[in-house]
Each structure stands twice: as C-alpha cells, then as structure tokens.
C-alpha cells in the first residue's frame, strides 16, 4: 500500500504581504502529477488545509479546483482539519464528497469512521482525528483537560473500532503538538493549561502516523516497535525561520505486515528564502558582486548601522526586488529601556523630549537638520495653542 501524506496547507496565506496562493497552486498541480506519477492508493492530507477559519475566496476556488482533479484521477483523498481550519465549514458536504472519493474527517463524530482500503495483503483502514480543541470535546470524550487526555481517548476509540473490524494495518491521521518535535517560527501557539505537547507514545498500536501542524518535515520515535510518527512539514515556506527546510511530500509504502518504509518528493520552490546582515552601504556595495543571487529571492535585511539610515527599504528593493523585511539592529545595541525612562523623565524641553523619540526610533540622536525640523514644529504647535 502507498500512502502520501502533506499537510499545512494553509491556502490563502501570504509571506510577509507576498501572496502565495499562486504557488500555492502550482503546489497542488504538482501535487496531482506526482500522485499519479507514483501511483499512490490515498494522498492523505493532516490538517491546516486552509490558514483561517473564514478563507479567502480564491483559496476556496482553489481547493475546490485541486480536490476536482484529485476526483477526476480516481485518487482517494482523506483530509482533516487543523486548528486553522473552520471544522463546519471544510466539512461542509462530507457526504457528497466521499461519494467522489474525498473524504472530509473535521468532527469528533467521525473518529470512528474510517476509510478502507485493500490490496494484495488485505484491508487497510485510515482514521483522520480532527484538532480537538480540549475544552470543547471534554464532556463527549469524558477526559482531563489537556491534549494528550484529549488525544489519549480518541486513539483509544479507534483502537476499538479497529479490533472489532479485525483490522491490523491501521493509519491515522492527527493534528498536533507531539513531544520532541522541533516547530517553527510560523505556527500558531495550541498551548491548553499551559502545556501543547503530546507524547508520541499515545500512538501506539498503529502501522503509520502522518501528522500535521509543525512545518519542518520530520520523524518522531515512538519507542521500539512503535509506529513510524511523522510530520510531512508544510509544502512552502511562510516564514524566513523555515528558509533552511528542504519542504517534501512523504511517501509511506506499507507492507503486509505493517512495516513502514519512508522517502520523500521535494516540493517546488517558489523563490528561495535569504537574511543577509549589514551595514546598508557595504550590502548595496555587494549587491553585485557575492550578494548578485539575492536579485530572485525572498530577503530578509537586518541592518547593524549605528543610526537608522533614510529610506532602506527603497534603496535595498532597487537592487533586491524581492525584500519583504527590514529589521534593525545597530551595532552595540539599542539603547536601553530604563536608561531611556529616567533621560525622560528628566527632560523638560519638548524639543529635547521629541529628540529622545527619534533617537529610540533610528538608532542615533538627531542631527541639527533635524533638531530644528523638531523646533519649528514644537514652536508651531505652541503658537496655535497660544492662539485658541
């Protein structure tokens, strides 16, 4: 049996005010070729499919559009919903969907509503656990408040139901924090009480795992014997923290037995993701020369010059098109916050005060250009009071 398994969709993000539905789409074109291509039994689909729980209409259209294709090819899809994702609405038309092979797994109702599958070996089932927000299934699953309480009861019903299936090659789907996995910089806190993790021992029993949530792609021991627990990671990067990760898709081929064996299709990348970091004139001085590449990519700037200098961004986009964030970290630091406090507190002269703010703001005191720009708009504002 050959699984794929993506997650994190997040149709209708963007990346720092870059769209991304675009490659969002080209993702799932490619997507369809590749399920072909490697004649995969079910793409399974681990959560977080859109980015919000009211998605854009255009993310909407596309959804729509990808899992038409997916229909048309013949490939059985199960998708759940993540704690992006509006259960009610991607769960809308679950019914007519599965008659088209799509099956849509967003309620603690479903839980025990697997998709079957069969080959050689005999049956395979797949169960697909929606993110269970713990506060609202408490009283159904009768559990503590927490997800792996949460969890804990709803792989214990499936259990269940498998045993009285009579089925040993079980595969589930979840959406969650599992303990040791390394998480990135653009997923969205799921802390209940505190804590968000679960430990990947609460899995036990099953063939394969494939989840959702964190973006990087990786493997989770479950201890010897255990089940192969795995994120698929997001197909594109939506932060410059993931601009290390190699994004794939996972293939899970699972014998007879229930082994697993794992590879991996590297997704397209849109635009490599950069930082570079600098003082602004020997950036741009650079731009043509080791720093030429950047021209293609996404690129984040932090600049160390000691005071801010005008118009960065304008200035570093005419060499880099592709700049989406400017931070600013001047050499020796910013000036201290308490340091700051007491200055102020001590002045009295609102040109002085006005030139504190600009001092936080860039970096550096103002010069006397600017000093006199803060003096006539001081006196300005005196004299119109003066005058009401």
Same mark, same amino acid.
């Given at each position: 049996?050959?699984?794929?398994?993506?997650?994190?969709?997040?149709?209708?993000?963007?990346?720092?005010?870059?769209?991304?539905?675009?490659?969002?789409?080209?993702?799932?074109?490619?997507?369809?070729?590749?399920?072909?291509?490697?004649?995969?039994?079910?793409?399974?689909?681990?959560?977080?499919?859109?980015?919000?729980?009211?998605?854009?209409?255009?993310?909407?259209? %596309? #959804?729509?559009? +990808?899992?038409?294709?997916? *229909?048309?090819? @013949? &490939? !059985?899809?199960? /998708?759940?919903?993540?704690?992006?994702?509006?259960?009610?609405?991607?769960?809308?038309?679950?019914?007519?969907?599965?008659?088209?092979?799509?099956?849509?797994?967003?309620?603690?109702?479903?839980?025990?509503?697997?998709? %079957? #599958?069969?080959? +050689?070996?005999?049956?395979? *089932?797949?169960? @697909? &656990? !929606?993110?269970? /927000?713990?506060?609202?299934?408490?009283?159904?699953?009768?559990?503590?408040?927490?997800?792996?309480?949460?969890?804990?009861?709803?792989?214990?019903?499936?259990?269940?139901?498998?045993?009285?299936?009579?089925?040993?090659?079980?595969?589930?789907? +979840?959406?969650?924090?599992?303990?040791?996995?390394?998480?990135?910089?653009?997923?969205?806190?799921?802390?209940?009480?505190?804590?968000?993790?679960?430990?990947?021992?609460?899995?036990?029993?099953?063939?394969?795992?494939?989840?959702?949530?964190?973006?990087?792609?990786?493997?989770?021991?479950?201890?010897?014997?255990?089940?192969?627990?795995?994120?698929?990671?997001?197909?594109?990067?939506?932060?410059?923290?993931?601009?290390?990760?190699?994004?794939?898709?996972?293939?899970?081929?699972?014998?007879?037995?229930?082994?697993?064996?794992?590879?991996?299709?590297?997704?397209?990348?849109?635009?490599?993701?950069?930082?570079?970091?600098?003082?602004?004139?020997?950036?741009?001085?650079?731009?043509?020369?080791?720093?030429?590449?950047?021209?293609?990519?996404?690129?984040?700037?932090?600049?160390?010059?000691?005071?801010?200098?005008?118009?960065?961004?304008?200035?570093?986009?005419?060499?880099?098109?592709?700049?989406?964030?400017?931070?600013?970290?001047?050499?020796?630091?910013?000036?201290?916050?308490?340091?700051?406090?007491?200055?102020?507190?001590?002045?009295?002269?609102?040109?002085?005060?006005?030139?504190?703010?600009?001092?936080?703001?860039?970096?550096?005191?103002?010069?006397?250009?600017?000093?006199?720009?803060?003096?006539?708009?001081?006196?300005?504002?005196?004299?119109?009071?003066?005058?009401?």
């Amino acid at each position: 049996m050959r699984l794929m398994h993506t997650s994190d969709w997040h149709l209708g993000r963007s990346l720092h005010g870059a769209g991304l539905l675009g490659y969002q789409a080209e993702f799932l074109d490619w997507l369809l070729d590749q399920a072909v291509s490697q004649q995969v039994d079910a793409v399974l689909v681990a959560g977080d499919v859109y980015d919000r729980a009211v998605p854009p209409t255009d993310a909407v259209r %596309l #959804l729509d559009r +990808a899992l038409l294709g997916f *229909a048309r090819a @013949g &490939i !059985p899809m199960v /998708l759940t919903s993540g704690n992006h994702d509006s259960a009610v609405r991607l769960g809308f038309g679950a019914g007519l969907s599965a008659a088209a092979g799509i099956h849509l797994r967003t309620s603690l109702a479903s839980l025990a509503d697997p998709v %079957l #599958l069969s080959d +050689a070996h005999g049956p395979l *089932a797949v169960y @697909g &656990i !929606p993110y269970l /927000l713990p506060d609202a299934v408490l009283a159904e699953l009768d559990c503590d408040r927490s997800h792996e309480a949460v969890l804990t009861a709803a792989t214990a019903r499936i259990r269940a139901d498998a045993a009285a299936r009579g089925i040993g090659r079980v595969v589930v789907l +979840a959406h969650a924090f599992v303990t040791g996995a390394q998480p990135a910089e653009s997923e969205r806190d799921i802390r209940v009480g505190g804590i968000a993790d679960v430990p990947a021992t609460v899995f036990g029993g099953f063939s394969y795992v494939a989840l959702g949530h964190l973006h990087g792609q990786q493997e989770i021991g479950a201890g010897a014997g255990g089940p192969v627990v795995r994120y698929s990671g997001s197909p594109l990067a939506f932060s410059f923290g993931e601009r290390q990760h190699t994004k794939s898709v996972t293939l899970a081929d699972i014998d007879g037995a229930g082994q697993v064996t794992v590879s991996r299709l590297v997704t397209p990348v849109p635009r490599p993701l950069r930082e570079v970091r600098g003082r602004l004139g020997d950036l741009l001085a650079r731009a043509d020369g080791d720093l030429a590449g950047l021209a293609d990519a996404w690129v984040k700037v932090v600049l160390t010059d000691p005071v801010r200098p005008a118009a960065p961004m304008e200035r570093l986009r005419e060499k880099w098109p592709h700049t989406l964030v400017l931070d600013f970290a001047p050499e020796g630091g910013l000036p201290g916050a308490d340091a700051d406090l007491v200055r102020l507190a001590a002045a009295t002269d609102p040109v002085e005060i006005a030139g504190l703010f600009v001092e936080f703001t860039s970096g550096g005191p103002p010069d006397e250009a600017q000093r006199a720009v803060l003096r006539h708009a001081v006196e300005a504002a005196q004299q119109a009071e003066a005058a009401a």
